[in-house]
């Protein structure tokens, strides 16, 4: 299996690393190009990038794993990410995507929301960075960690040349290609990993008889594993549902929304998207089926679920297919990792060294910059993960809460609400960020135990945050002024969208 799996990987990184060098030749000339591809995205690339990016190992790995455990009980999260998802394209990807435009074509999040309330102190702009370079480090982290494990327990290889592999391929396409690289590669990650999906699944239940032949074998294990609703309670679903909330909040997924080149394409970019999001979720909820049912009819033993879809690759395909089907795995963990590595380094280099150390530097130099930022963070990262069980790991898990609770609200608010204020942000920021981690951390619990046991994080995170952008907005002045007015300009910019091409304005 290893020779015919490694050649298939071997392949699998030089095509990333040949569209790294494309990208590098079509699109890093000035700073505009490296971190978001010059707004030149289109719809299907905007799309499977964006679904890449935000799936992660997740999809390959844990959600297979907990349907292998639980059944249809662990289908809540996908159908809380599918509407939150929706939600995303329907709401902030229009606004965000002329507003940053027209807001002085703002390149990163910190920087739209400096130019959205004019804040000249830049003080939202500073803690929004030091948020997402903070977290991002420990995302980035996580994904590394399980490129490792991955090498590791496919092929017997050391975890620590597991993860420079991971992420040194990862690092040199993202470094010399920028946004363009990171968008290019997310697309045909996406498509591999919604090929995988099909494929594992399909294959392992006819190698048990068929459809029926797998509920029946999944039924003699347990019945309950067809009840949506068994092991779980209320609160279980609205804590899983609530994991949508977070896509408003997530920079690495909707910075693909300000680059796509036309808010006219976001109609068939959020059809492909969502298209490639419920096939590839329940493809992932199959495998967790199937390979039990696979696992029950030939009397495996799998000793961790979540390994599920690499056991099935294994055992069910020619080794050049395993090696297909281990780089969607792969192809998982690196969209995600280039993605968040390119956000954080947009952050350093545009929102704290073009900020306060060079105003005035030239397009190539920030271009450097960019590319030595992502090299920082991407070491730092490593030395996170070096250490498979480093405790600062286990923070990761809450990561998407702790973005969806302060920047959800915010970003959601501050393209919709005009009576919106500066000190609203930060106060939405700060509380959303705050609360979440109360949440996790604070034993407050007659046993000792944190709250997250009883409630996902995301759901006091999210609503203490939109009160707080609430209340503390209605207790200062209106915004006035430009503020004011480039609302008004993007609400005018939107409305010309939805007409046809072609007709004249009123």
Known sequence: ????????????????????????????????????GGRQLGPGVTALSAGAADMSGWLMLGLPGAMFLTGLSAAWIGVGLVVGAWLNYLIVA?????????????????????????????L????????IVVFFALYTASGMVAGGKLFESAFGFDYA???????????IYTM????????????????????????????????????????????????????????????????????????????????RFMAIRSVRDLPVARRIGMSWMIVSLVGALATGLTGLAYATANGLTVSDPETIFILL???????????????AILAAIMSTISSQLLVASSSLTEDFYALFLRRSAPQKELVLV??????????VAIGLAYSPDSNVLGLVANAWAGFGAAFGPLILLSLTWKRMTRNGALAGMVVGAAVVLFWIFAPVLPSGAALTTVLYEMVPGFALSALSIVVV????????????????????KLDEAKRPEGTATA
């Open 161 to 171: 040349l597991g993860l420079w592999i991971t992420a040194g391929v990862v690092l």
């Open 94 to 122: 229009p606004r965000l995507r002329v507003y940053t435009e027209v807001a002085n074509d703002a390149i990163t999040i910190p920087d739209y929301l400096g130019e959205r309330f004019a804040d000249r102190s830049h």
């Open 473 to 492: 907005s209605l207790m200062g002045k209106a915004p006035a002024g430009e503020v004011a007015a480039t609302f008004d300009r993007v609400q005018a």
């Open 370 to 379: 960019g590319r030595l930022a992502v090299l920082a963070v991407s070491l």
């Open 176 to 255: 010399i290609g920028g946004f363009l690289a990171v968008s290019l590669t997310d697309f045909v990650q996406g498509c591999i990993m919604f090929l995988a999906l099909i494929l594992v699944p399909v294959v392992a239940m006819s190698s048990v008889g068929g459809p029926a032949e797998t509920e029946a074998l999944v039924r003699s294990v347990d019945p309950a594993r067809f009840d949506l609703l068994a092991g779980t309670t209320a609160i279980g679903v609205v804590s899983a549902l609530a994991w949508g909330l977070g896509y408003f909040g997530q920079p690495h997924i909707i910075v």
């Open 124 to 131: 939202l702009r500073v803690i929004s960075s030091l948020v």
């Open 313 to 327: 690759s294994d055992l069910l395909f020619d080794p050049l297919v395993t090696g297909f089907l281990l780089a």
């Open 1 to 36: 299996m290893e020779t015919g799996a490694l050649i298939s990987l071997g392949l699998y990184f030089v095509l990333m690393l040949g569209i790294g060098v494309y990208a590098w030749r079509k699109s890093t000339s000035d700073v505009s190009g490296y971190m978001l």
